[in-house]
Structures are given as C-alpha cells and as structure tokens.
T-cell receptor, first 115, second 113 residues
C-alpha cells in the first residue's frame, strides 16, 4: 500500500530553534508538494518540486523557510529560526505530472507547535 | 488569480439526510476540479474529480458535476452516514492532478445517528 510518509508526526519546539520536517514521497512519483494548514488561512501551498527541481516556492517565507529534495526519496522543509506564528500542520503530497498525470496523494502531516 | 469559494460550515445532519456542499471557482482557462476529504488526524484524501466541463465525478455515493456556465462544482450525497463526518475541501488545479492545487477553506460535516 503505497503512501506518503512524513516525520515527525508531532513536533513541539521553542521559538528560535531550527525545525526540520521530512517527507518520503510515493516511489515513482516525480512531483512533491509542501502545504501548510492553519485555522485562519486554510491550506496554503508553500513549494513544489518536479523531478527534484523547485517549480514554485512563492508561497514560502524565504528568510526563514527552505525546501529541498536531496534525492528522489526524500524532501525536507526547514524553518530557521522558528516563530510561534509557524505553528500549523504541514502536509507533504506527491503525484506524477506529465503524461502519467495523477492526483496528489497526501501524507498524514506534521503538527508543529512553536512555543 | 485562481480561487475557490465553498460554503462555510459547520454542517450538521442526521443520518440518511441529503447533503449539498456548494463550491464555486474563479480561474483562467479550463481547470480540473477536485473534492478532497480529511478525517480527524489524517491527511487529505481525494474523494472525486472532474477534468472538463459537464464531467461528473463520483465515489462512495458522493457526486459532483463540473458546471462551466455557473463555475460550480457542488458536492452531493443522497444519504449520509455517521462515517461521512469529516472536513471536505473543494480544490482546483490548472493542469490536472499533479499541478499545484488551490483549496477552498473547507466545510466540516458532522452526521449524527
């Protein structure tokens, strides 16, 4: 049963600390998304990658957030330094763009609390 | 830019009641339209989709028809169950399922026995 795996599921950290969230996309998918969910803003796209190259990261605060794909099996989202307003659920999703176009499959999310 | 507006919840229904959750969109071109469902503590799951005008997406008793003339994609189910309690999101993307999705705010549905 292929699924997107995110770690950790929950993270509580102090303001100013670095946070790293990891995502293992479904094997064979060439597109990876990072979304943030908050009560106020709903679901917002932070960044997405195709074949490990960033296609759009305009939704991501550049001064503190960074997203990378070191290889095809791992995507990371880092926040440094973290702030209380970053508290949210962060979702990774993967899919296959191009001729084999599929829908996006979501992971279970990382719930981040910055105190 | 693209946007999705869906009815605000929460929506509370009795089991076997009829469900409608309204969704309208603004987009250039011909987007693909989706309904995703989120159960408590879980990620989003695709419920159904439609990729062109007049297409009807359906799954698990839910249906939605892509109406270009009214820019709408309303979700319906004839008889809801307690297990349908979840948050439902309407979304669009410019080019099929693996391009970036723009989501509505979500509608929380509670079905009581």
């Amino acid at each position: 049963d292929a699924r997107v795996t995110q770690t950790p599921r929950d993270k509580v950290t102090e303001m100013g600390q670095e946070v790293t969230m990891r995502c293992q996309p479904i094997l064979g998918h060439n597109t990876v998304f990072w979304y943030r969910q908050t009560m106020m803003q709903g679901l917002e796209l932070l960044a997405y990658f195709r074949n490990r190259a960033p296609l759009d990261d305009s939704g991501m605060p550049k001064d503190r957030f960074s997203a990378e794909m070191p290889d095809a099996t791992l995507a990371t989202l880092k926040i440094q330094p973290s702030e209380p307003r970053d508290s949210a659920v962060y979702f990774c999703a993967s899919g296959h763009g191009g001729p084999l176009n599929t829908e996006a499959f979501f992971g279970q999310g990382t719930r981040l609390t910055v105190v | 830019g693209n946007s999705v507006t869906q009815m605000e919840g929460p929506v509370t229904l009795s089991e076997e009641a009829f469900l409608t959750i309204n969704c309208t969109y603004t987009a250039t071109g011909y987007p693909s339209l989706f309904w995703y469902v989120q159960y408590p503590g879980e990620g989003l799951q695709l419920l159904l989709k439609a990729t062109k005008a007049d297409d009807k997406g359906s799954n698990k008793g839910f249906e939605a028809t892509y109406r270009k003339e009214t820019t709408s994609f309303h979700l319906e189910k004839g008889s809801v169950q307690v297990s349908d309690s979840a948050v439902y999101f309407c979304a669009l993307s410019d080019q099929g399922g693996s391009e970036k999705l723009v989501f509505g705010k979500g509608t929380k549905l509670t079905v009581n026995p």
